[in-house]
C-alpha cells in the first residue's frame, strides 16, 4: 500500500456506507480515500511525509452535499444588506436601513435589500414604491422578498425599468397595483430574474471577486462540499465563470450546475452533455420552472411537455420546480408523458421541492422511481407563516420525506439557498424534528431519524446528481470530502443538532478550512 498523505485517526468515523458504517482512521492519497479502517491500520500508510491528525474522538462524516441552490443568488443576497427578521421587524425599520445605505452610497447608484418578509412585518404588507422613496429618491433601490418570487422597486427604479400605468402585465408576472389609482405600487411578482437581468446593471468584476470570496469562505465553514445549482437563467456564459472560479481556486466547493431549457442548444453547440466537465465542476440537469399564476399553469402542460421531451431527448436529465399540488401533478403527468415516448432507464427525473404530495400523486412518483429534492429548513424558517396559511389537509401533505423514503423513493437534501439560510446541520434538525422556530411541529408523521437525514444530504445528494460512485460515503477510492463536527449528530438530541459546528472541512484530501 503506498503512503497516505493524510490520516485522521482515533475519529467516530460515520461512513454513510453501508459495508463498513463506522470506523477510526481514514487515509488519504492525493483527492481520494486511500483506506478506512481502525487505529492499527496507520502502520500500513504511514510514510515519512504523512500528515496526521489526532482527532480524540471527535465526528466525521462525509462532506455536505446541497442538493439545490442558487449561488449567484447568493452572492447578490452577500453584497446587499439584510432586512430578514432577524434584522428588521417592520416597515419603519426598513425605511432606516435603506436610508442608511443611501447616505453612505453615491446618489445614483443603486441599492439592494434582500430577504424581507412581510409576514414578519408589524404592518403585515410588503412596503411599496412610497415607503423607499421616503428614505431613498436619489438611488434606485430594488428590495427582495425572501422568496425570491417577489420584489419592489422605488419610483427612481421603476422608472429605469419602463414601468408605469400604461405596462400590461407579462406573461407569468404580476404588476401590482394601487387598488383607488392603478398606478404601479412597486411590488412584483414573479419579475425579479428580468429586473437583475436587464434593469440593474450586472456586478462587477470586483463585486463578483468579492461576493464568490464570502460564498466560498461561507460554504467551507458549514462544511458544504458540494453545491447543485438549480438556477434557470444558467447558461454557457455562466458555465465559464464558474469555470474561471474553479480554474483561480476562488469557489473551492464542487460545482453541479444545472441550466434553463432555453440554454440546452448553446450546451449542444459546446459538445457539452450530461456529466461533462470533471470532479470540480460538472454539467447536470435541465431545470425546468412550472409555476402557477392566477390559477393558469406556467408553462402550460404542453409546452411543459414538449420542453421535457427535447431535453430528454437531448440526453439530459430532468429537473423540474413544482410546487403547489396543482403543479406537482402537471410535472409528474410531463413525466410520464416523456417516459412513454422515449422510455428509458435510469435517467432519474428530479422533483424540485414536491411541497405538497398528496396520497394519488406519491404513487405515479414512485412508479416513476423519479428522485424528491427536498429542503426541510423551509419547516423552521417558515413553519409558522405555513401553519397559519395552510388548510389541514395541504400541512398533512406538506414537505412529506419519511412517506416518500417508505415508498421506496431517493430523497437529496437541500436549503434552496439564499431562499432560507443553508447549514445543513440546521436542514438536518428540521427534518428530525419538524419544528417551526416557534417550537411548533408540522406533520410528525414525516418525522425521519438523523442518520435517515444525513443520507439525504451526503448519498442522497450525491446519486441526485449521478455521482454515488464517487461522492457521498467514506469509502476507499472515492473523493476525499469530509468533515470533523464538534459533536456525533446520531447521539445528539434532537435538538441540540443545529448548535452542531463544523470545525474542519476536507475537499479532495486538502484542509480547506478550519475554525
Ligand atoms: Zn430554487
Known sequence: MPAADLVLKNANLITMDSSQPEAELVAIKGDKILLVGDNEALEQVKGDKTRVIDCQGRTIVPGFNDAHCHIFSFIRKLLSFDLSPSSVSSISDIKAAIHYQAQNTPKGEWLTGTDYNEFYLTEKRHPTRWDIDEAAPYHPVILVHRSLHACVLNSLALSLAGITQETPEPPGGLIHRDHNTGQPDGILFEMLGYIREKVVPPLSDGELLKGIGLANRHYLSLGITSLQDATVTNDFGRWQTFRRFKDTGKLRSRVSMMF?????????????TLGSGDS????????????????????SQSELNRQAHSAHQAGFQLAIHAVEQSTVKAAITALEYVHRQLPQTGRRYRIEHCSQCPPELLKRLSRLQTVVVTQPPFLCYSGERYLATLSASQLQWLYRIKSFLDNGLI???????????????VGIYAAVTRQAESGQQLSPQECISTSQTLTMYTVGAAYASFEEDTKGSITQGKLADMVILSSDPIKSPPKRIKDIRVEMTIIGGKVVWEA
Do not use: T
Not at 260 to 272: M, P, R, T, W
Not at 411 to 425: E, Q
Open 260 to 272: 434553463g431549457a432555453e440554454a440546452l442548444y448553446q450546451f449542444q453547440e459546446q459538445g457539452l
Open 280 to 299: 470540480q465542476l460538472r454539467l447536470s440537469g435541465v431545470k425546468i420552472m412550472l409555476n402557477e399564476a392566477r390559477g393558469q399553469l406556467q408553462p
Open 411 to 425: 430523497v437529496a437534501g437541500s436549503s434552496d439557498c439564499p431562499v432560507v439560510p443553508d447549514n445543513p446541520l
